[in-house]
């Protein structure tokens, strides 16, 4: 197995690059936000839009929840964001205020070796909850959320060996959320069906070797949930066409470039296929995988910066070409790749800080 070691930079001080979309007209206008104050490392971060906002609407007064949508309507507007702590077992939970600034809540434990987030409805109170990946426990976190930015822990769930990414989505039509957990050493995926109580059913499932970043989407448009697995010793993504019953059909193996680690499915161009984006860390590269509407896909490959280790697609100059941001370790910058609606991009890098490696996309700032 190929090892990530270079990823250990000396200091470990890692920043954070939080891109805020709204009301921005150019790259170079994008908001910059670290955290060099939280922690010394960051593994991953991810946001959402409303872990604090409470309740459940049903049941509810029309008027109850007249006042309940006002109430989400505001807090739509205040993206909040969770910090994987890596050598500190636990994460940071930050709810935003709706100005690029933050509200720390108190830490929240999760395993050992923390690597990968996502944040779900995965019963159905109501409220965001999120799943920690912890690599050296090989398990899986559920932390159900509370409303507020409070978390109640449930008991780990057991995945598969050195479980490096997850991912959140329906993968069956049961209505409940369930989850992917990417098992790098054992070569395989947990698909964990949930029971709609943060408790799940598991099944592995073999991909490629060495998977080792994950993301669910419909990429045939039949409504079912696919996956993509980014196989880093493999130099390929997997690709499994789901069912609709949690489990899958694997299509051919689709080659990228060399120890792809990361990887993001977005609309790139305008026809209505899903596509795929795939880092390739030692090509210094992505590779832009357009769909064609069926698991098979035409490749590019895009430059980046030195060591790119982490993707996000996003709209960021709100043109409706969605954008791609692409953290690049040694070179402690991000690169902007504004897309053109044509599956190509104008790249512009910003500097951020000392050796990022991971980076997500949200609006942090939209006036009320
Ligand atoms: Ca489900
Ligand atoms: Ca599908
Ligand atoms: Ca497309
Ligand atoms: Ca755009």
Do not use: C, W
């Amino acid at each position: 197995m190929r090892h990530l070691g270079r990823f250990t930079k000396t200091p470990y001080l890692v920043l954070f690059v939080l891109l805020a979309a709204a009301g921005v007209g150019t790259a170079t206008a994008l908001t910059t936000i670290t955290f060099e104050g939280l922690a010394v490392f960051k593994e991953n971060v991810q946001m959402d839009k409303d872990l604090n906002v409470d309740g459940d609407l049903r049941g509810k007064t029309i008027n109850a929840i007249n006042d309940e949508m006002t109430s989400l309507q505001l807090l739509t507007f205040f993206t909040d964001v969770v910090v994987l702590n890596h050598f500190d077992d636990d994460i940071s939970v930050l709810l935003g205020n709706g100005d690029g600034t933050f509200t720390a809540q108190p830490d929240v434990a999760v395993g050992d070796g923390s690597r990968s987030v996502a944040i779900g409805k995965l019963n159905n109170d109501g409220d965001q909850d999120v799943v920690v990946v912890n690599e050296n426990d090989d398990d899986i976190s559920v932390l159900l959320g509370n409303g507020g930015g409070t978390f109640t822990a449930q008991p780990d769930v057991a995945v598969g060996n050195a479980p490096r990414s997850v991912a959140i989505g329906k993968l069956n039509n049961d209505g409940d959320q369930d989850v992917v957990v990417a098992n790098s050493v054992d070569n395989d995926i947990s698909v964990l069906l949930g029971n709609g109580d943060g408790t799940f059913a598991r099944t592995d499932v073999a991909v490629g070797n060495g998977p080792f970043s994950v993301a669910i989407g419909d990429l045939n448009n039949d409504g079912d949930q696919d996956v993509v697995v980014a196989n880093f010793s493999d130099d390929d993504i997997s690709v499994l066409l789901g069912n609709g019953d949690g489990t899958f059909t694997a299509q051919p193996d689709v080659a990228v470039g060399t120890i792809p680690v990361s990887v993001a499915i977005g609309k790139l161009n305008n026809d209505g296929d899903q596509d795929v984006v795939v880092v390739n860390f030692s090509d210094d590269d992505i590779s832009v995988l357009l769909g064609n509407g069926d698991g098979t896909f035409v490749r590019t490959d895009v430059v980046v910066g030195d060591r790119p280790v982490s993707v996000a697609i996003g709209d960021l100059n709100n043109d409706g070409d969605q954008d791609v941001v692409v953290a690049n370790f040694n070179d402690d910058d991000i690169s902007v790749l504004l897309g053109n609606g044509d599956g190509t991009f104008a790249r512009a890098d910003i500097v951020v800080g000392n050796g990022p490696v991971s980076v997500a996309i949200g609006d942090l700032n939209s006036p009320l």
